[in-house]
């Protein structure tokens, strides 16, 4: 059985391109962020999100720059880019169609 704090295999790319598509962030901030508006039933480990983030910015879907955060740290600064708005329309468009499946087969009487 799954735990709710594991993600749906392929959709963390998903949520981190929704995180910043809000506004850009550095790593932390994005996990922060996203355990924050699922009430603390999503928990990314940086394990899974630097891994992901990496590959995003490789597949030209986000960009990172060095800045300085809050703390005065030098922190790498994420941020969505024109492909990475269009994957995510795509993606989010593919999951409201899968989950609606999901539901359907799931809630069936």
């Not at 899974?48 to 060095?66: D, V």
Request: cysteine-free; glycine content about 8%; proline content about 4%.
């Amino acid at each position: 059985m799954s735990r709710p704090t594991d993600l749906v295999q392929g959709t963390l790319d998903l949520l981190i391109l929704k995180m910043l598509a809000l506004e850009p962030m550095h790593g932390w901030a994005i996990g922060e962020r996203m355990k924050q508006m699922s009430k603390d039933v999503l928990r990314v480990g940086p394990g899974s999100l630097y891994p992901a983030l990496h590959k995003l910015e490789q597949t030209g879907w986000i960009k990172a720059e060095w800045s300085v955060n809050e703390a005065g740290r030098r922190v790498k600064f994420y941020s969505i880019t024109r492909e990475g708005r269009k994957r995510l329309q795509q993606e989010a468009s593919d999951w409201k169609r899968l989950s609606s499946a999901i539901t359907s087969i799931v809630f069936e009487s």
